[in-house]
């Protein structure tokens, strides 16, 4: 399935789902700023940062009609996310749609990172990160500091199980951290020297030690 064809089924399908009827409130879900730079590396990277850019209007105007624009493009973001990772669509369009707006933006942030390369020690859009460095400046978009350490950050962080985990918390194992994509042991993260920022799965032999947290607690 192309990523026009997600996109299409997406809005196709939207009549299923009830969030827009019930917006959340703008004041409480406005994030710090949006810092957006493209990647050519992946289409998913744009598409992502304009989610990030209709959802700040929305924050900033109430105009329902960017939160409508939003809702659609994270639909098809998730739905594009999962048929890349073999797993459901809606499972993970609910998953998204269930987590609060400050999980959504910084899921949203590290997705429109998707292609960039990793840098040991970096964390500059568009052109290099590291682990800690993704998942810090993804929880910025969202007003929230977080050390440039994975340890650091986990340790800041609120500990929840893996069943109550939302999309968009850390998931760390000594020495890496990444961000839950809501459903499967799915994340988002920069893995390592020589590769770019990428969705894929905790590693069958960490699932176990694997310990999930939330920022905002």
């Not at 594009?80 to 609060?100: C, G, H, I, K, Y």
């Not at 707006?101 to 859009?125: D, E, M, N, W």
């Amino acid at each position: 399935m192309t990523l026009r064809t997600t996109f299409h089924a997406t809005l196709v399908a939207g009549a299923l789902f009830t969030g827009i009827a019930a917006l959340p409130q703008a004041a409480a879900a406005a994030p710090a700023r949006v810092a957006y730079t493209e990647s050519a590396n992946d289409a998913l990277a744009p598409l992502a940062g304009q989610a990030l850019i209709d959802w700040q209007a929305y924050v900033t105007t109430g105009d329902r009609t960017a939160f409508a624009e939003y809702y659609r493009i994270r639909n098809g973001i998730a739905a594009e996310v999962a048929t890349r990772l073999s797993l459901d669509p809606t499972q993970m369009q609910v998953a998204w749609r269930d987590a609060d707006p400050a999980h959504q933006v910084a899921l949203l942030a590290a997705l429109s990172q998707l292609g960039t390369p990793y840098r040991g020690f970096k964390a500059i859009p568009g052109v290099g990160f590291d682990c800690s460095g993704l998942t810090s400046w993804a929880w910025s978009q969202a007003g929230v500091v977080l050390d440039h350490q994975s340890r650091k950050q986990i340790q800041a962080s609120k500990i929840v199980t893996a069943v109550n985990a939302q999309a968009g918390d850390l998931v760390y194992y000594p020495g890496h951290v990444m961000i839950y994509l809501g459903i499967a042991n799915a994340i988002v993260h920069a893995p390592n020297t020589g590769r770019r920022v990428e969705v894929g799965f905790v590693g069958s032999h960490r699932v176990l030690s694997a310990r999930y947290g939330n920022p905002v607690g």
